[in-house]
């Protein structure tokens, strides 16, 4: 076998495990988070801003790659909430640690709803510790307020 041949075998082989790796492809999973919440509220300029945080556990399933493993994950965020006649403004940054103290970064933002009707929004992906660094990708969720300051989100998300 000259050299050549033996070049090109090995280039199709790499070029064949770059294409199959599950870690080059998009990883899809679902969740459902159940959060306590802890909200203070003032009026301001004829409108409302509510700030607090939101604390619990996050339930990953359906997942497609080892990139966001199935299974329960501890879920940080704090919550900044500004209602005007105008309009809503929601904007939740979060870490979602693993077992392995891994934390994968959100930025949560939805424009409907408030902190007691819930509503439609989308997370971004910003990064993360461990397994997370570079992290990217979304989900869409929907919140909804339940009685004694819980939260339930389900989402449908792609990491990259």
């Known amino acids: 076998m000259n050299k050549k041949h033996l070049l090109g075998i090995v280039a199709g082989i790499v070029a064949s495990a770059v294409l199959v790796t599950p870690s080059w492809a998009d990883s899809t999973y679902k969740s459902h988070a159940s959060l306590k919440t802890d909200f203070q509220t003032m009026d301001w300029n004829g409108g409302k801003v509510t700030v607090g945080s939101l604390k619990g556990i996050i339930k990953i ?82 919140a909804s307020y339940l009685p004694d300051n819980w939260l339930s989100v389900d989402s449908d998300c792609v990491v990259k």
Do not use: H, W
């Open 61 to 142: 399933y359906g997942s497609t790659s080892a990139k966001m493993p199935n299974g329960d994950k501890m879920q940080n965020c704090l919550m900044r909430v500004v209602k005007m006649s105008g309009g809503t403004e929601i904007i939740t940054n979060c870490g979602v640690t693993d077992k392995d103290g891994d934390v994968l970064y959100s930025i949560s933002e939805r424009k409907q709803g408030d902190t007691s009707t819930g509503g439609k929004g989308k997370t971004t992906f910003i990064g993360g510790t461990g397994k997370y660094a570079g992290a990217s990708g979304s989900c869409e969720y929907g």
